[in-house]
């Protein structure tokens, strides 16, 4: 489908760059500990990873950890040090994840041209939308940090709406606001199932932004309706 009227986009790895620094910014972090905890840094760091892959991958205990992410990095890293079985003082979890949150938030990056391309399609006579997951808290100061609002027609924020992706709800909520029809609406994300196949079970086409250039993962369930590198390649 190659005239949409509507595109509905993500915002985190899709127009701004927000994992690509998160290896360092946990090694840094990790690194801040080591005297203390005699962690080996390394080690903690794959621990960390293999939680937080578990964690999020649980849709009950992400869609609740996106409600306060410091909390929620905190259950990763105390769920690394006890793996490793590595004793620590009660607080260090947290205060290690506000630190590494901070470094995250400073981090991010718009990806180069993202800015060009939502002028483009806007000059073309698209309609764009936002429809990300998170808090009002954690969104909205990177919508506005960018200067992100005056490109879309619609945000929608989780944490706002009351529900995210891949709940029914917030994919027809911005049809409706859009007064999109789904034959004509592209949904462009990062995400293969929050950003494609939910889109797709309500007839939208679902592109698949594989900004790491990984291809599918193997055995996916999911088949996007395009994929891109950037989103510089939708125009």
């Given at each position: ?53 578990r964690f999020?991958?649980d849709h ?92 879309f027609d ?82």
């Amino acid at each position: 489908m190659d005239d949409p009227r509507v595109i509905l986009f993500d915002l985190d790895d899709t127009i701004i760059d927000f994992s690509s620094n998160s290896a360092e910014c946990w090694r840094l972090t990790c690194l801040e500990v080591r005297e203390e905890t005699g962690a080996d840094v390394d080690a903690l760091q794959r621990a960390i990873n293999e939680a937080a892959n578990r964690f999020w991958a649980d849709h009950d205990r992400a869609e609740e950890g996106r409600r306060d992410l410091i909390r929620a990095s905190a259950t990763i890293i105390a769920e690394a040090f006890a793996t490793l079985e590595v004793p620590v003082r009660t607080d260090l979890p947290r205060e290690m994840s506000a630190r590494y949150r901070a470094r995250r938030e400073d981090s991010i990056r718009l990806f180069e041209g993202a800015i060009e391309v939502l002028e483009a399609l806007r000059e073309q006579g698209r309609r764009l939308a936002l429809v990300t997951n998170g808090t009002s808290a954690e969104q909205r100061p990177k919508i506005e940090r960018f200067d992100l609002e005056h490109h879309f027609d619609h945000i929608q924020i989780e944490g706002e709406f009351g529900l995210g992706k891949p709940h029914d709800a917030a994919y027809r909520h911005a049809l409706d606001t859009m007064n999109a029809d789904p034959a004509t609406t592209w949904f462009v994300g990062d995400n293969l199932e929050w950003d494609v196949a939910a889109p797709q079970r309500h007839g939208i086409f679902g592109i698949w932004v594989d900004g790491r250039r990984r291809g599918l993962p193997a055995r996916s369930q999911h088949t996007p309706d395009r994929v891109v590198h950037r989103i510089t390649e939708l125009i």
